[in-house]
């Protein structure tokens, strides 16, 4: 069952068409890749689902509803979040205060009157946050500030606040950039653990390839704007026009 | 968990509001350490202050200056302006220090809820209405001009707010003369007493100490009930939320929170604070005019007493409203060897006092303290905050 679906998204700058008509689905439970070169609109992809950008033309599906023109914290509380590429933390708030307040959009919407309600009496924020602190090894630097974290904490960090959403679909943009060899196989093996036990069905934007082929279910080729290959990495890897346009003719 | 929330590593210290109300209260150092780790600590310990308060700064003070042969003592009116203008910085930092949000326009706020108090007390003069009516008034005004200004961000807003709050001046001054009395101003304003007039306000509460006046106590009241209303709301969701819109705004929309509709909370509360201090300075001064009550000038000075006190915590920004009004106040009327009189020349003291405490300690009077505080204590002020005034537990 697919649980996101673009129907011909397209979004303009002026002259460029940065995405052009892509059509795919996500199925419900997967982790679905989506590659290409630089300027590709890989980003622009993942702008036009979350709300930040608005789609030239085109619509949006999630769980059956249309989210084309639904604000960025629409989105999120429809169920669908996003880790961003460079680390998008609250450097000078706890560990703790950084995934709390995900967890507390989660737990009582976009806006509440509850400007004289006790923080500490959110029971579920805390349990939430517990729980995520624990899934990507953080609990332990709860309170330490999170401007101190070392760079791959700080995107572990990242993709709890991400998490603590409690989204069934993730988007990951390019989770593993600037990492090192270590921190990259770790978070690989973080990911592949979350959507077990979470049930989440990611989307995951990424330059290595090595990852992409070790973790996706399906792939998605974009280049310039344009879809030029769908299918499982195998199909993707034997795609002639993939090789051509994007890996330059290279044998993988 | 920190309440502190400016600058560099070292900020997060551990409460140091203790000692800023230590060394005004003379507390004990030990009990404190445990009364200090309650949510409502802080409320205490601003209740001790303001019973010392005015003794401090008009009995002392006015010993020390006839010693000295120069007069430093305040006036006896001294201590409820003070209190005034900290009611309106504990809410202007909520959006200043914690929201990160830079209003030069918050005198639209402040005068309105005066004038609304005037001529609302030319009807009713009960000095509890007037400061209902005068903050309903500002509530009212700051939604759409919040609505308006907070669509932009950085300079823009300021620039927006400046905007707003210039028009209303100058309304206040021409085309509203039919209302605001224009360049008049309305004097002789006259709040009767408390309980249907049965207390005036201008009665001595202790004899010989005639700075404690019901005025005062009143002045008191309103201030516990703001630092009461201001620590719950740093306790709760919108204190976290707050401080992280002043850390990350895109983050917050992409927890799925909405930035536009939480600003505009944090811009109106703040709106409501001013405007509860505008109606108590009209009650106080009992004279208005559009140059005391919605010149940008008073914008601006809001924004310098937030600063100078400091930003990072609750009630930080009551010393730099202390600061401020004491210069305004006692220094201008100063008169030294040499130099003679100080008079006019105050805000360049005034400017002196702000460049150095801005340059010596960034993080405001409240930072000042609360190092030294810590290190009074023997703590490492390297440590993560445990406790503060402003805490969640």
Redesign the interface.
């Known amino acids: 069952m697919s649980l996101l679906r673009t129907d011909g998204l397209t979004k303009q700058f002026g002259g460029l068409v940065a995405v052009d008509e892509v059509s795919f689905e996500v199925d419900s439970g997967e982790t679905r890749a989506v590659i290409g070169p630089n300027g590709a609109g890989k980003s622009t992809l993942i702008n036009c689902i979350?709300g930040a950008l608005e789609p030239t033309a085109g619509t949006v599906e999630f769980d059956g509803e249309d989210i084309t023109d639904l604000?960025?914290?629409e989105t999120?509380?429809a169920g669908v979040?996003?880790s961003?590429q460079t680390a998008?933390?609250?450097?000078?708030?706890?560990v703790?205060?950084n995934v709390?307040?995900?967890a507390?959009?989660?737990e009582?919407g976009?806006?509440?009157f509850?400007?004289?309600?006790?923080?500490?009496g959110?029971d579920a924020v805390h349990d939430t946050t517990d729980r995520m602190l624990e899934s990507v090894e953080l609990l332990g630097d709860a309170?330490?500030?999170a401007?101190?974290l070392p760079y791959g904490d700080k995107r572990r960090l990242e993709i709890a606040?991400a998490l603590?959403?409690e989204p069934d679909l993730l988007l990951m943009d390019e989770p593993t950039a600037g990492m090192s060899p270590d921190e990259t196989a770790a978070t690989v093996e973080l990911v592949e653990e979350l959507q077990d036990t979470l049930d989440l069905t990611i989307l995951i934007v990424e330059h290595d390839m090595e990852i992409i082929f070790q973790i996706a279910d399906r792939i998605l080729v974009l280049n310039r704007g344009q879809v030029i290959a769908d299918g499982t990495p195998e199909e993707v890897q034997e795609s002639e026009e993939v090789q051509e346009a994007y890996l330059g003719g290279v044998e993988l | 968990?920190?309440g502190d929330?400016s600058g560099d590593?070292t900020?997060?210290i551990p409460d140091g509001g203790t000692v800023t109300e230590e060394t005004a209260g003379g507390s004990g150092g030990s009990a404190l350490a445990g009364l200090r780790e309650r949510?409502d600590f802080v409320v205490v310990a601003m209740a001790a202050a303001l019973v010392v308060f005015p003794f401090l700064l008009i009995d002392i003070l006015g010993a020390v200056g006839d010693v000295i042969g120069i007069s430093i003592g305040g006036y006896t009116g001294l201590p409820s302006l003070v209190l005034i203008y900290g009611i309106i910085v504990i809410g202007f930092n909520l959006l200043l220090g914690y929201t990160g949000l830079l209003s030069f326009g918050h005198a639209a706020f402040f005068g309105s809820a005066a004038y609304s108090a005037a001529l609302f007390s030319q009807v009713v003069p009960s000095p509890i209405l007037m400061v209902i009516v005068g903050t309903i008034v500002a509530t009212l005004l700051a939604w759409p001009i919040g609505f308006v200004s907070i669509r932009r961000s950085g300079v823009y807003f300021a620039v927006l707010t400046l905007t707003f709050g210039q028009a209303l001046y100058f309304w206040a001054l021409g085309p509203g003369s039919w209302l605001t009395n224009g360049d008049n101003g309305f004097s002789g304003i006259e709040a009767h007493g408390l309980f249907l007039g049965a207390i005036p306000l201008d009665a001595q509460l202790i004899p010989v100490f005639d700075s404690y006046t019901v005025m005062y106590a009143f002045t008191a009241v309103v201030m516990l009930i703001a630092v009461w209303?201001g620590n719950?709301?740093i306790?709760?969701?919108?204190?976290?939320?707050f401080?992280?819109l002043g850390?990350?705004e895109?983050?917050?929309?992409?927890?799925?929170?909405?930035?536009f509709?939480?600003k505009l909370?944090a811009f109106i509360?703040s709106a409501v604070f001013a405007g509860v201090g505008g109606a108590m300075f009209v009650i106080h001064e009992q004279y208005i005019h559009p140059t005391t009550a919605l010149y940008w000038i008073q914008s601006g000075d809001f924004v310098i007493m937030t600063v100078l006190g400091g930003t990072g915590s609750l009630v930080g920004p009551v010393l730099g409203a202390l600061v401020f009004e004491y210069v305004a106040n006692v220094i201008s009327g100063v008169s030294l060897p040499m130099i003679g009189s100080i008079g006019s020349l105050w805000r360049f003291v005034l400017g002196a006092v702000f460049v150095f405490i801005v340059w010596v300690f960034p993080r405001g009077i409240y930072g000042a303290f609360s190092d030294l505080g810590s290190r009074l204590l023997g703590e490492d002020p390297e440590e993560?905050a445990v406790a503060d005034g402003g805490e969640?537990?």
């Not at chain 1, 998008?88 to 706890?94: A, G, Q, Y």
């Not at chain 2, 895109?250 to 930035?259: I, K, T």
Request: no cysteine; hydrophobic share 40%; proline share 5%.
């Open positions: 979350t604000e960025p914290h999120v509380q979040s996003k961003f998008s933390i609250f450097p000078e708030m706890t703790r205060e709390e307040i995900a507390l959009a989660s009582h976009s806006f509440s509850d400007f004289l309600k006790r923080l500490s959110f309170d330490v500030e401007a101190s606040i603590a959403s | 968990m920190s929330r590593a900020d997060a949510d209303v719950r709301i306790n709760s969701p919108y204190g976290l939320i401080e992280a850390e990350n895109e983050r917050v929309e992409f927890v799925g929170l909405n930035v509709r939480y909370m509360i993560p969640r537990e």
